[in-house]
């Protein structure tokens, strides 16, 4: 499930408009549907990463997450939301031996093929954070890049991972950023057009969950055109939701960051310039008491 990439900002970049869906009933979804649409999103989604245009997370999400995590060689980690085994693979070149998992088995089978032809030591399994199938206390670390966001029972999922970290493990994370992930969401531009800020509203009301329909604004207009847009789940969560489950599980907070692009690689990528502006991604380090 892992993606790095602003829904609202691919949505202008398409110019067809962010399109909302709410669930019926009570707003529920439960995992067996998050991994039905993911395994939709997956081939789609592997052939546009994996041709450079997730942009968001290559240029501005994955370093600083990387920046962010500790020495790792030598550990045993679990990385949770996989997606098609990308930042696992960063994980195992820092010397760090890695299982990962995600709930889309179409992913997980991308990741595998690229793991049969490229060999890097690690494991792929298809598993729900919600259910992990490992005993107490196994991994010395846990990553979860740009995927917890998008679990359903999301305070189920943290518990269980600071039940299968080693005591003092860590527990490293991205998410979108809940105060600018809201269903109302648009530009504020100066008289020259000019991105200044954006206006946000329905933080605090807005339905437990949506979908919402978008697709890699890098890519070229011809591709895009010939591939379904993403459907990613948005369970709407404020800050402090966040932030308390993670102290209530009994993780002790370390490090908080909200990256964006420096004017180099502004220059370099301008389609992350944005990131400047407002906050799309929020990165949070914890570690379990000893």
Known sequence: MAGDTPWAVMAEVLGIGLRHFTTDGEGTM?????????????????????????????????????????????????????????NTRLLAQRGAGVTALDISTAFIERAVETERNEPAGIRYLRASATELPFPAARFDFVTAFMSIM?????????REIHRVL??????????????????????????????????????????????????????????RQQLRPFRIPVF?????????????????????????????????????????LIAYFLHMRCRKAR
Request: proline letters at 5%; one cysteine or more; a negative charge.
């Open 30 to 86: 439960d995992n067996s549907e998050v991994g039905r649409l993911w395994d939709e999103n997956a081939e789609a989604w592997t052939a546009l990463a994996r041709a450079g245009y997730d942009v968001y997370r290559d240029f501005v999400n994955t370093p600083a997450f990387m920046a962010m995590l500790p020495d790792v060689a030598g550990l045993q980690g679990l990385d949770i939301g996989c997606g098609e085994g990308h």
């Open 150 to 158: 998008d679990v359903s029972q999301a305070d189920v999922a943290i």
């Open 166 to 223: 080693k005591p003092a493990g860590l527990f490293q994370f991205s998410i979108t950023h809940p105060c600018f992930q809201t269903p109302q969401w648009k530009w504020v531009r100066n008289d020259s057009n000019q991105r200044i800020g954006v206006i946000c509203g329905d933080y605090f009301t807005a339905p437990e969950v949506r979908i919402e329909e978008w697709i890699f604004g890098a890519a070229p207009v011809e591709m």
């Open 236 to 276: 709407q969560r404020t800050l402090s939701s966040w932030l308390n489950l993670i102290v209530k599980t009994g993780f002790n907070i370390e490090s908080f960051a909200e990256p964006y692009a420096d004017e180099k690689t502004a220059e370099q990528c301008p389609a992350v310039a944005d990131t400047r």
